[in-house]
């Protein structure tokens, strides 16, 4: 059984950075393809980055050039570098293993204007 346990979230003003880590277990973590979801308050769950087993990233348009997704295998651990930060990036973060069922709690992001 897949965990994941999302953590690094918090209050930010606007312009500011946050790097929220995944720890997942119960998988062969180097061979999976892991992404970071965000949820805002009442709308859907929505994919802002993924990685490949190689190495291989892909971002949502909305934080391209300002979030980076990035993997430790040797730690079966993901993460996400988030710059510049906007409110609209206020969201609950999740992590996920994209072939895999189950999901964290996730990791709450504030951003303050």
């Known amino acids: 059984q897949v965990q994941l346990v999302e953590s690094g979230g918090g209050l930010v003003q606007a312009g500011g950075s946050l790097k929220l880590s995944c720890a997942a277990s119960?998988?062969?973590?180097?061979?999976?393809?892991m992404g970071w979801y965000r949820q805002a308050p009442g709308k859907q769950r929505e994919l802002v980055a993924s990685i490949t087993a190689s190495g291989s990233t892909n971002y949502a348009d909305s934080v391209k050039g300002r979030f980076t997704i990035s993997r430790d295998n040797a730690k079966n651990t993901v993460y996400l570098q988030m710059n510049s930060l906007k409110p609209e990036d206020t969201a609950v973060y999740y992590c996920k293993a994209q072939l895999l069922p189950g999901w964290g709690k996730g990791t709450l992001v504030t951003v303050s204007s």
């Open positions: 119960g998988l062969i973590f180097s061979r999976n393809v």
